[in-house]
């Protein structure tokens, strides 16, 4: 009964069951481990782990029976990478500086060129264009997809909070109402400047965009054009 076990169960489905098992952890600490290092640390540490594993099969495959001391030095081939991995990644070894792990670097984000617009006083957005900035009541942007509608708000006046919001439009563009907000922007007080990214991002078509400290007076209407059109032709 107890071989019937071994030769039916053990033998051809659990073995390759636990071979596959091990195998998952092994790649997913490491890929732990890098995540958690630096970029040069992973590469060193790959090229460790890469190392040791060649030379475990090498030697593994070479003997038929593996003597205490070859086992112990495949031991410590296998986890080398593992050890110094943890202590690099877990700080113990070589300082990593604050930010630099892989698992804290984000994609840089740009804002196209058109969806760029600034505020110079608290009457009115406007579009910087050569170095100055011009009153605006109608921003003009490509959509940027589905997915998110990145943009870049420069608020220029020394010392004042201000926004740059989007809303669903109401009225048309003579007589522009807000309807229901669909993005709320970071208030920053000038000068400064800050990428938002609003998601999900903007279908074709006329929105209401807005500064929430001055709500009065700085307002306009966003058009958003089909994606590619005309300002994605001259970045080509
Ligand atoms: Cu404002």
């Known amino acids: 009964m107890q071989t019937d076990f071994r030769n039916r169960v053990f033998l ?74 943890a202590l690099f990644a877990g700080g113990v070894l070589g300082a990593i500086p ?38 605006t009541e109608l921003w003009t942007v490509a959509s940027q997809g589905e997915e998110q509608f990145v943009y870049l708000f420069d608020n220029q006046e020394a010392g004042v909070p201000h926004n740059l919001s989007i809303n669903e439009l109401e009225g048309d563009r003579d007589d522009p109402q807000p309807g229901e907000q669909l993005h709320e922007g970071e208030v920053i007080t000038g000068v400064d400047e800050v990428i938002e990214i609003a998601t999900p991002g903007l279908e074709p078509g006329d929105y209401y965009f807005v500064c929430d400290v001055h709500p009065a007076t700085m307002i306009g209407v966003l058009e958003v054009t089909e994606e590619g059109e005309d300002t994605e032709a001259d970045e080509a």
Not at 118 to 130: G, T, Y
């Open 12 to 85: 051809p489905i659990m073995v390759p069951v636990l071979i596959l098992l091990v195998m998952a952890a092994f790649i997913g600490t490491l890929a732990l481990i890098f995540l958690h290092g630096t970029h040069e640390m992973s590469l060193m540490l790959a090229i460790v782990a890469a190392g040791g594993i060649l030379f475990t099969v090498a030697l593994a495959t070479s003997q038929d029976r593996l003597d205490p001391v070859r086992r112990t030095v495949l031991g410590v081939a296998v986890l080398t990478p593992f050890v110094l991995g």
């Open 98 to 135: 604050e930010g630099e792990r892989m698992i804290d670097v984000e994609p840089p984000v740009e804002a196209p060129e058109d969806a760029v617009l600034a505020a110079e006083n608290s009457d009115e957005f406007c579009l910087p264009v050569d170095g100055e900035c011009e009153p």
